[in-house]
């Protein structure tokens, strides 16, 4: 890694928003490019947080905290990235549910995917599947990440992933699954694509479902 973008990588690992923000201004200033800026010191330090994640040494705070620092860098970044016509990873549903209204699971699996140059098509909570539906339908995302935490809420990701097919769109996209109470024999149960037992696990997933 350049030293260029140093500062953001070890200020994304830090949790650090004000060290990240000046270390992307300071790159873009000197010039580089803001891709390169994206891939080099941010893409980079969210692979580092899930790699400490995976290992024991982060917990869910620590990338939560990464991960807000990370959204903050690339706040500042996103309009360049759009000017400039780079395409992200691939484009994600994410949403908790119907009859759900847990979010932070949904939401950290929403950052680090965003961190991993994914973009990120936000539903919230108690989503219906109609609504899941509309996002492949419209938006054409990718992937679509149901989340549940409730034993009670798990037959809606089931009842979603029938209304995909039901509407002819189960082939345009792929679906994880994942939250407390999910397993991998539930995913395979339910007809998912995926199953991701945390954020972290849930990057890799989509990453492998894209072909990256």
Do not use: C, W
Not at 43 to 56: C, D, N, P, Q, T
Not at 141 to 153: C, G, I
Request: charged share 20%; aromatic share 4%; glycine share 12%.
């Amino acid at each position: 890694m350049s030293n260029n973008y140093q500062d953001i990588y070890n200020g994304i690992l830090a949790g650090t928003v004000a060290a990240t923000e000046a270390g992307v201004n300071q790159a873009l200033e000197a010039g580089n490019d803001p891709a390169e800026i994206l891939n080099q010191g941010m893409i980079s330090a969210m692979k580092e947080v899930g790699r400490l994640f995976e290992e024991g040494e982060y917990y869910v705070p620590e990338m939560l905290i990464a991960a807000r620092a990370m959204q903050a860098g690339l706040g500042l970044l996103k309009p360049l990235l759009v000017d400039s016509g780079v395409e992200p990873a691939g484009r994600v549903a994410v949403g908790t549910v119907k009859g759900d209204l847990h979010d932070i699971g949904k939401n950290l699996v929403a950052m680090m995917l965003e961190g991993a140059g994914f973009a990120i098509n936000d539903l919230g909570t108690d989503v219906p599947p109609e609504k899941f539906v509309a996002a492949v339908q419209d938006d054409g995302v990718d992937v679509v990440a149901l989340s549940a935490l409730l034993t009670t809420t798990m037959p809606s990701m089931k009842a979603t992933i029938e209304a995909i097919s039901a509407a002819g769109l189960r082939e345009n996209v792929k679906v994880i699954v994942g939250g407390a109470p999910v397993t991998q024999e539930y995913a395979e149960q339910i007809g998912a694509d995926g199953f991701a037992p945390d954020a972290s696990s849930a990057v890799t997933v989509a990453e492998s479902l894209v072909g990256i």
